[in-house]
């Protein structure tokens, strides 16, 4: 008897699950119906008021913003979240940030780089990789107007 109710819970929960995934089978099949996923934005940086105010500025045009305040969060971040667009400051309480954009970006080659720091100037650091870029702080508000300007 018990036996019986357990296969019959199985079939029940069997045919439940296979629903589902029909169903999410037929929703991947048209993915017009999902809105546009929105672009994930990871700042890696100690200095939390620049934290916030990134993040306030990145989730009024619609992204999605993932924080680190030191290396190593922030280098699991990138494995975990894959975000479409990383900024990266140099100086952090456990490690030099740039140290690790060669790593970084053969793991992620789609990965748009923003390398930032108040204490290195832009020739300190070069690249042929166009998808990196190196910023001073602070960072005004017209140049990340002009670079994010099509997310508005």
């Known amino acids: ?29 048209d993915l017009s119906i999902f809105p546009l ?16 105010i990134m993040k306030g500025y990145f989730s009024r045009k619609n992204y999605e913003i993932f924080l680190a305040y030191n290396l190593q969060s922030g280098l699991f ?8 667009i990383l900024f990266l400051d140099n100086n952090l309480p456990d490690g030099q940030g740039w140290k690790y954009v060669e790593q970084i970006v053969e793991k992620n080659p789609h990965l748009q780089i923003y390398l ?17 870029v190196v910023w001073e702080k602070p960072i005004s508000l017209q140049i990340l107007n002009n670079v994010f300007q099509e997310n508005k």
């Open 1 to 29: 008897m018990g036996w019986y109710l357990i296969n019959n819970r199985f079939n029940y929960l069997e045919t439940h699950f296979r629903r589902k995934f029909i169903f999410v089978e037929r929703l991947n099949n």
């Open 37 to 52: 996923m929105k672009q994930k934005v990871l700042i890696i940086d100690d200095e939390i008021d620049f934290c916030m």
């Open 77 to 84: 971040l990138i494995d975990e979240m894959r975000p479409d």
């Open 116 to 132: 930032i720091s108040a204490h290195q100037n832009k020739s300190s650091f070069t690249s042929p990789n166009k998808n990196i």
